[in-house]
């Protein structure tokens, strides 16, 4: 727990005291909501898991991150980021559930900032935790930087920060953010595959979602 708030605390600090939780979808584990915003990361690559390459304890890494899970190299289907040395053992690790995943990014969306940054925060579920590898006690955060100046997403792996802290860096000018169709002025988020604002939901419609669940 002191881990998690570590990292929550950081990331106030990064965004000045303005990111909000916003709720995550019950259906697209990709997509997140504000008031009457949306963030979609789903087309953010064309394929997932996307591979990361990066440091770690020891050594050098694959990470294999999906945002939904499914990861094809972990074995838990809720995993979210699946972790790999590029040489030598082939133990994979969990290092981040999809299920506890939480969003903090500007509530109101671009009515409010146009290039934004939000974070997406992967801890591992703490179920029958070791400290002797690191299971439960693994978590990734993901960093999300809309940069007007990179035509095409380009996602980093940080590496790990000690212990069992990783950070993956995402950054493009359509990134899966919120925006407003400059033309039709209708609101929705910026398609990372065709670079097109995909219309949302009103903000009736994201509360009727979230009713009787």
Known sequence: MIKISYIVLSIFLINICSASLLLIDRKNPCRAYGNASVYDITNLVKEWPVTLKGTGFGGEYYYWWSCSGNTRYCEDTDTAICQQRTVGTQIRYN???????????????????????????????????????????????????????????????????????YSITVRGKCIGQPAVNKTSFIQGYCDPQTGQVVPGPSINEIQSYFSNV
């Open 95 to 165: 290092a981040g559930n999809v299920s506890p995943q939480l969003w903090f990014g500007v509530f109101n969306g671009p009515a409010v900032q146009s290039n934004l940054t939000w974070d997406i925060i992967y801890p591992n579920i703490q179920l029958n935790p070791s400290f002797i590898d690191g299971t439960g006690i693994r978590v990734t955060v993901v960093h999300f930087i809309v940069d007007p100046n990179v035509d095409q997403p380009v996602l980093t792996m940080n590496g790990e920060n000690k212990y069992t802290e």
